[in-house]
């Protein structure tokens, strides 16, 4: 069930979607800025489709929150296990936190400290969906 909460985040989502399109490229950047060995473990990935293909799942999941918490923890543990076998475990929450970057910074015109505590509250949520 949408909390209201939950409705800043879908604003953020969609505000920043109508002004900016795809968070993608702005995602990646600041993944490889702040940890420069994550670029290398894409080098296969020519076409961008896993890449593509992560950020999509990572929009997925906090759509899926905005709706139902507990459907969206179920998908984050499965994306946890899965990214164990490329030995992300520590920090895998690090591109939830750099997509909220992302929105934020799309949305500063209409960004508050209730759209923050939100996110926060969500991040914190997928932080803790865990085996």
């Known amino acids: 069930m949408s909390t209201p909460a939950n409705k800043l985040i879908e604003q953020t989502l969609t505000y920043f979607a109508d002004h900016h399109g795809d968070p993608y490229a702005s995602a990646f950047q600041k993944l490889y800025a702040a ?14 489709g896993l890449r593509r293909n992560m950020m999509r799942t990572t929009l997925e999941m906090i759509a ?6 507990y459907a969206a923890e179920n998908l984050v543990i499965g994306a946890r296990l899965v990214h164990l076998t490329y ?3 520590d920090d ?7 997509t909220r970057d992302v ?19 969500m991040l914190t949520d997928f932080e803790k969906a865990r085996l």
Not at 103 to 121: L, N, P, Q, R, Y
């Open 64 to 69: 899926t929150y905005i709706d139902d918490a």
């Open 35 to 48: 940890d420069p060995r994550y670029e290398p473990l894409f080098v296969l990935d020519t076409d961008e």
């Open 103 to 121: 929105i934020a910074e799309g949305c500063a015109e209409i960004w508050s400290d209730a759209h923050a505590a939100a996110w926060v509250t």
């Open 87 to 89: 030995e992300i475990d």
């Open 92 to 98: 895998f929450d690090l591109f939830f936190a750099i």
